[in-house]
C-alpha cells in the first residue's frame, strides 16, 4: 500500500472536499495517475492532453491549467525518487441537487502525493493473469476516458482469485478481451502487436498510446482491433501496461503459459528510458 505524502485541493494544502462535490456525489470527473521519477513527471504532456479530452467529453469547462502545471512542479519538487502523484479534477460543488450539470460550476481539482516503491523486480520475468468473472458494459459516450466511474474495476479487483495474480483480465458481454483491471493488454501474433480498441468501454491509457506509437520505430507494426480470448490464448506473447509499471509481460492466463521471446523485454527497454 502507498503512503499518502500530501493532499491538496484547489492548491491549498487539505485533505477534505465539500459533501456536495459533484465527484463525490456522482463520480462527475476525471482522474490521472502520473509517475514522478527524480523530480520529473513522466508523460505529463500526455496526461494532460487526455484530462483536456476527458474534460471536454463531460462537458467539464476545466481552465486552471497554467495553475494546475505550477503546482504539479511544486510537488515534484519535494517527491521522493519514486513517487506517484494523483490528479482529479470534477466538476465542482454548487447548491443546486440533481444529475444535471450546471455550467456556471467552478471545478475543483485534487492533488494527491503518494510514495511508490520499486517494481519486485521478479516482475520482468512475468506475471500471472486471470479472466475476471464480471464483465464490462458498454458505453461509448465514455469509453476511453479516465472517468470517476470505476465500480466496475473495484468489483473485478474484488473477486475471489483476484488477490492470488498479479492483474485480472476484463471482457465485454461478448467475450472480448478488452483491459485490465488497472491496465492494457497487448498480443504479440507473428511479430505485429494488437491492442483492443478502447472506443467502446475501458480506458485508453496513456502508456498504451506509448506503447502504439514507439513500436513501429522498433519495426514492430501495432494496431488496435477485436481480441477474442481464445485469440489472446493464442498468441505468441502477451503483456500488459500502465504507467506505474511500465510494460510487463504475462507468463500466464490462467491454465495458459506463455514462452518468454524476445519483442516485450525489447519494447519494454526502449518505453522505460523515455524521457517523455
Given amino acids: 500500500m502507498s503512503q499518502t505524502?500530501?493532499?491538496?485541493?484547489?492548491?491549498?494544502?487539505?485533505?477534505t472536499v465539500p459533501a456536495d462535490d459533484r465527484g463525490l456525489q456522482y463520480g462527475d470527473g476525471l482522474s490521472e495517475t502520473i509517475v514522478l521519477r527524480g523530480a520529473a513527471p513522466r508523460f505529463l504532456d500526455a496526461h494532460l492532453a487526455r484530462l483536456a479530452r476527458g474534460c471536454s467529453r463531460l462537458g467539464i469547462v476545466f481552465t486552471a491549467w497554467e495553475a494546475l502545471r505550477t503546482e504539479v512542479a511544486r510537488i515534484a519538487g519535494q517527491a521522493p525518487p519514486l513517487a506517484i502523484l494523483k490528479i482529479i479534477v470534477t466538476r465542482g460543488s454548487g447548491p443546486r441537487r440533481g444529475y444535471a450539470p450546471d455550467g456556471t460550476l467552478e471545478p475543483r481539482r485534487v492533488l494527491m502525493l503518494f510514495a511508490s516503491p520499486a517494481m519486485p523486480a521478479d516482475v520482468a520475468q512475468g506475471v500471472s493473469l486471470r479472466v475476471a468473472a464480471l464483465r464490462l458494459a458498454e458505453n461509448p459516450a465514455l469509453a476511453g476516458i479516465?472517468?470517476?466511474?470505476?465500480?466496475?474495476?473495484?468489483?473485478?479487483?474484488g473477486e475471489p482469485g483476484h488477490a492470488d495474480h498479479f492483474e485480472s483480465l476484463l471482457l465485454d458481454a461478448r467475450d472480448q478481451v478488452v483491459c485490465g483491471t488497472m491496465s492494457n493488454v497487448f498480443a504479440?501474433?507473428?511479430?505485429?502487436?494488437?491492442?483492443?480498441?478502447?472506443?467502446?468501454?475501458?480506458?485508453?491509457?496513456?502508456?498504451?498510446?506509448?506503447?502504439?506509437?514507439?513500436?513501429?520505430?522498433?519495426?514492430?507494426?501495432?494496431?488496435?482491433g477485436s481480441l477474442a480470448l481464445n485469440e489472446l490464448l493464442a498468441a505468441d506473447e502477451v503483456f500488459i501496461t500502465n504507467v506505474r509499471i511500465g510494460v510487463?509481460?504475462?507468463?500466464?492466463?490462467?491454465?495458459?503459459?506463455?514462452?518468454?521471446?524476445d519483442i516485450v523485454p525489447r519494447l519494454a527497454a526502449h518505453i522505460e528510458a523515455l524521457d517523455a
Fill in 248 to 261: 510487463v509481460r504475462a507468463r500466464s492466463v490462467g491454465q495458459h503459459h506463455f514462452p518468454m521471446k
Fill in 5 to 15: 505524502l500530501g493532499t491538496w485541493v484547489d492548491g491549498a494544502v487539505a485533505s
Fill in 146 to 157: 479516465k472517468h470517476l466511474n470505476r465500480l466496475e474495476n473495484v468489483l473485478a479487483a
Fill in 188 to 224: 504479440v501474433r507473428g511479430g505485429r502487436l494488437i491492442t483492443p480498441r478502447v472506443d467502446r468501454s475501458g480506458v485508453e491509457g496513456v502508456l498504451r498510446s506509448m506503447v502504439l506509437r514507439e513500436a513501429p520505430g522498433l519495426g514492430i507494426p501495432a494496431n488496435e
